[in-house]
């Protein structure tokens, strides 16, 4: 399993609708709260070996899946 489909798994791990993951999946349809996703993008920091500014954990910059996937691997 590459880094990508465990950041998807991870990012499932934290939603609560059970929606499928993939990069066009709107987060807002995730129904993540703000404490969680803090938690999912301290994990996805751990798991691409990246430490991220504050301003990266700021929920509302992302729209889609895709969004905080690109901010790990550009």
Do not use: P, W
């Not at 059970?18 to 995730?30: A, H, R, S, V």
């Amino acid at each position: 399993m590459n880094k990508i489909e465990q950041a998807y798994l991870i990012i499932k791990k934290y939603s609560t609708t059970g929606e499928q993951i993939n990069n066009d999946t709107i987060l807002e349809n995730l129904a993540i709260d703000s404490l969680a996703f803090v938690s999912l993008m301290v994990e996805l920091e751990k798991l691409f070996q990246v430490e991220l500014s504050d301003d990266s954990l700021d929920f509302s910059v992302y729209d889609k899946v895709e969004d905080i996937i690109k901010v790990f691997i550009n």
